[in-house]
């Protein structure tokens, strides 16, 4: 559930039940707006959280990496008010309620960030009020409700994980020798007559393994998959849904001690080994199977409801929304007026001394 939750906790942000009301919306999910208020304040909160937990000088090591950073996070909060108001309305339609214990929680660590004197500041400062933290809270504990009624209804019956138990019972252990068919710094595929080469070239590795030479030597010296080159082409131990699937396709029909001949992959040509095959027991697996399949139920649930929902955004009412005052410029701005205050200050006490002297 942790994993689950924390992936739909990343889509919260405050955002209002509201339906459309005109063009002040920046996007609409299944015809609720999210407005530009709602928009500004989620970039004020979401560059308030940086700040206080990175400093003000993030913004500079942002621009350094990225030099349109603003119009990344600009999306990315957009991208979550987006989800956001998915799975609300998901709750709206399921009448799910916030989940009271996370509620609770969510409150109270609200109320303990604020003990800190710098986080009250801050917050002071950042346009934000009392009453959108609140919205936030009462938003992720609803997303809690949404996620435990998501694992509720993705929890496999004993039938069903009996039935994925028998598609998943083995594993294999195995080890190959790797030709690659791609040129390292292009990501390209090798043209055809390249190809051929290699294709010689592994053909001539198989007959070696076939004949009964060493076949960890053989991956030492010809494989080119450095994480199991060293390691005699080892892979260890896998079970169905770890390898891409030419390669599992054969790896599991083979027999134990069985040597492939050249199998073909985006990655290239492998020449696969198995050392073993290992039969789970249903009674030692059944509970991480269990949790297993209904990550992967769950999962799937996740997408179909976003995929189901209808998400219009318009970019353009987007760029009109200013990404707003940095810690880092407010402070530049302060020490601007501070510089002007004090050049003022002077100013007046120089024409009072002429005034005097006069």
Known sequence: MKKLLAILLACVVGVSAVGCTGNNAVATVDGKEITTKEFEEQLKFSKWITELQYGDDIWGTMKKQDPKYQETIKNQVMDSLVQSQIFLQYAEKNNIKPDQKQLEDFKAQNKKMFEDAKAKESFAKSGLDEKFMDNYAKQAATITGVVKFIEKKSTPDEKKL????????????ASHILLVTTDEKTGKTYPDEKKAEIKKKADEVYEKAKSGEDFAK??????????????????????????VEEFEKVAFSMKEGEISQPVET??????????????LDYDKVKAEMK??????NSQEMISKIQDTAKVEKFEDKIKEVPFGSTGAEKKDTNKAEEKKDTKKTEEKKDTKKIEEKK
């Open 162 to 173: 009996k039935k994925y138990y028998d598609e998943n019972s083995e594993k294999i252990d």
């Open 218 to 243: 053989l991956a030492k010296e010809y494989s080119q998959d450095p994480g199991s080159k060293e390691s005699g082409g080892s892979l260890g131990e896998f079970s169905k849904g770890s390898m």
């Open 266 to 279: 985006q990655f290239g040509y492998h020449i696969i080994k198995v050392n073993k095959k290992i039969k």
């Open 291 to 296: 949790q297993e399949l209904t990550q992967k």
